[in-house]
């Protein structure tokens, strides 16, 4: 909780989130070249692959500042419900919400998305953009995914991956160094995660790769660090710059290389739960 509160401020100057309110990669294409655009592109292209239709709830699982949810009440007219285990990021959503007139239709709590406090099948669609990663066992999340999902309902997902479960050991080395320095406790392996959608149950409609389109992000965000960092360092010597920021600022740095290197890849993947589930009691 300490690095998403004490973070907050880092991403607001490095990522401009006062303008376009992502805590995410931006996805980069012939049309989106600014950063700005490109954290814009990631909810348009997700809201796409989700199929949304007015008065659809959806459940933004993990929401940050709430940036993502405030635009889809924004562009598609659905409910949204965020949920971040943040204090901070919370109000700072529902600020947000009242600032761009969609507070009618966003909703902000304080809860864990593997223990939700929602009934079964309340949402159409669940929406996780770069959260997933931040949680140990990533079944606990497929299994309370599957449980809010309403039958027919999507679960539309963009996060890191790792394409194999064994990299050589610099490489291991250098992936293990970023996550700890973002808080992240682990990437699952892409063919895993997949397999594991389809044990809970879900039909996977689509996995693809994104790397290429978040990479011009990564290197923006390695260059915008890199030159913070003479200041960071001098700060940090002098004792007013927070642990927390301070590896906020060396994983920015990792980030980049290491996905240039393939030793994380970026992914979305869709599915969706079926309209009928097969009795799992029954034995053949």
């Given at each position: ?220 965000l390695w260059t915008c660090s890199l030159f913070c960092l003479p200041a960071a360092i001098a700060l940090r010597a002098c004792g007013l710059l927070s642990h927390e920021r301070w590896n906020n600022l060396i994983g920015a740095i990792i980030q980049y290389p290491s996905l240039k290197s393939r030793d994380w890849e970026y992914w979305i993947v869709v ?14």
């Amino acid at each position: 909780m300490t690095y998403y509160d004490g973070t907050l401020i880092d991403y607001r100057w490095v990522m401009s989130t006062n303008r376009h309110f992502g805590l995410h990669f931006g996805y980069y294409d012939e049309r989106h070249s600014t950063c700005a655009a490109a954290c814009q592109n990631s909810n348009r292209t997700l809201a796409e692959k989700a199929r949304l239709r007015s008065g659809m709830r959806v459940l933004d699982a993990g929401c940050g500042i709430g940036g993502s949810s405030v635009w889809l009440a924004q562009h598609h007219e659905v409910y949204v419900t965020g949920v971040t285990l943040s204090l901070q990021q919370c109000r700072a959503a529902r600020e947000l919400a009242q600032q761009v007139d969609v507070a009618d239709r966003t909703e902000f709590h304080v809860h864990d998305y593997l223990a939700l406090p929602f009934a079964d099948r309340s949402f159409d669609i669940i929406w996780a953009l770069e959260s997933v990663c931040y949680t140990t066992d990533k079944a606990d999340f497929l299994r309370e995914a599957m449980r809010v999902l309403r039958p027919g309902g999507r679960l539309v997902l963009a996060d890191g991956f790792r394409r194999d479960h064994r990299l050589p050991s610099h490489q291991e080395r250098r992936l293990t160094k970023w996550l700890h320095c973002w808080a992240v406790p682990g990437f699952a392996v892409i063919s895993r995660f997949i397999d594991s959608l389809a044990a809970h149950g879900f039909v996977v409609l689509e996995q693809s790769e994104y790397t290429n389109h978040v990479l011009p992000f990564s290197r923006y965000l390695w260059t915008c660090s890199l030159f913070c960092l003479p200041a960071a360092i001098a700060l940090r010597a002098c004792g007013l710059l927070s642990h927390e920021r301070w590896n906020n600022l060396i994983g920015a740095i990792i980030q980049y290389p290491s996905l240039k290197s393939r030793d994380w890849e970026y992914w979305i993947v869709v599915a969706e739960k079926p309209l009928s589930l097969p009795d799992r009691s029954r034995s053949d």
